[in-house]
């Protein structure tokens, strides 16, 4: 049904195209009832939308202190922490969160 309602839809505005060109004057829009269910066809509603932006800040912030952590580790690694002493950083990087 939404196929089809989308294939009319893409018809219509060819039609109006095609039409444009020998009748300037005479350019139809398109249907706003077909745009609305186009639009709502490709684009989340707005509490879904909040929760996917909700999400990405999430996963962002978990990303950026992963990343943090790494590059602490990295730094004390090339400072040449023994392996006991990586244990003990580990151990306080967990306790912090």
């Keep these: 049904m939404i ?3 989308l294939a009319a ?3 219509a505005l060819q039609e109006s195209i095609t039409s444009s060109l020998e009748e300037p ?3 139809p829009s398109s249907s706003p009832e077909m745009d609305a269910i186009t639009d709502h066809l490709f684009l ?3 509490e879904e939308l ?3 932006l909700r999400y990405e800040a999430l996963l962002n912030r978990q ?3 992963a990343l943090a952590e790494l590059e602490r580790l ?3 690694r090339k400072e040449g922490s023994t392996p006991a002493n ?3 950083i580990a151990k306080q990087s967990q306790e912090a969160l």
Excluded: I
Aim: aromatic share 8%.
């Design 86 to 88: 990586l244990g003990y």
């Design 3 to 5: 196929a089809k309602a």
């Design 44 to 46: 989340p509603s707005k």
């Design 50 to 52: 909040d929760k996917m």
């Design 63 to 65: 990303l950026n202190h």
């Design 25 to 27: 004057e005479a350019v």
């Design 9 to 11: 839809h893409s018809y």
């Design 74 to 76: 990295q730094t004390r």
